[in-house]
């Protein structure tokens, strides 16, 4: 088992930054992935992007180029770091530790609104 609490959201403008984080109540370094996902409402989650412990990461078209999925082991803790945001970023963003087997982990969730 383990808890997952994300923070950093937020309200921002087009164009605007946010960084959100997502401590892990024990280690990640059992994870090999972790990652971010968002969700609207009435929408299914959807990936944003992914790590694994090597540090191979992998993003959704959407936001290539955009945004930075990052780790500290040390920490247990993820990152991302979301720039050049747009009002379509509008979501709650989820962090999702992926174990071997069985289901994900996820964390409560964080309101990101991007406004015109």
């Known amino acids: 088992q383990v808890q997952l609490v994300e923070s950093g959201g937020g309200s921002v403008q087009v164009g605007g930054s946010l960084r959100l984080s997502c401590v892990a109540s024990g280690s990640i370094n059992r994870f090999n992935t972790m990652a971010w996902y968002r969700q609207t409402p009435g929408k299914q989650r959807n990936s944003v992007a992914r790590i694994t412990s090597s540090g191979n990461v992998n993003y959704a078209d959407s936001v290539k180029g955009r945004f930075t999925i990052s780790r500290d082991n040390a920490k247990n803790t993820i990152y991302l770091q979301m720039n050049s945001l747009k009002p379509e970023d509008t979501a709650v963003y989820y962090c999702?530790?992926?174990?071997?087997?069985?289901?994900?982990?996820w964390g409560q969730g964080t309101q990101v609104t991007v406004s015109s």
């Open positions: 999702a530790a992926v174990p071997p087997l069985g289901p994900n982990y």
